[in-house]
């Protein structure tokens, strides 16, 4: 147990439940995006950081899916660039929606 590093909350979601969680921050984004006031841009902040979040998350997915350890993913922090890198390397523009 010495060596064993802590546990950290979602480090058991699978990939499935990690997308559904990306889905709720997208759903989140686009009730955020409503209530942005034109002409006060710092009333679009909430909306862009929930939009991020859920880009994070559906790009955590698609890694853990491929075979990615949490604890690698973790190592990432919130290097969206990085993540998106691997996402890459890995045939994320191969995906068919």
Not at 62 to 75: A, C, E, V, W
Request: hydrophobic fraction near 40%; glycine fraction near 6%.
């Amino acid at each position: 147990m010495a060596n064993e590093e802590p546990k950290y909350p979602g480090e058991l979601a699978s990939p499935q439940q990690i997308r559904e969680l990306a889905e709720e921050y997208r759903e989140a984004a686009n009730l955020l995006l409503q209530q942005c006031r034109p002409g006060k841009p710092l009333t679009r902040a909430p909306f862009r950081l929930s939009a991020i979040h859920a880009i994070e998350l559906y790009l955590t997915a698609l890694l853990l899916h491929r075979g990615h350890s949490p604890n690698q993913i973790r190592k990432l922090q919130h290097d969206l660039s990085a993540r998106t890198e691997q996402a890459m390397e890995i045939g994320l523009f191969g995906l068919r929606v």
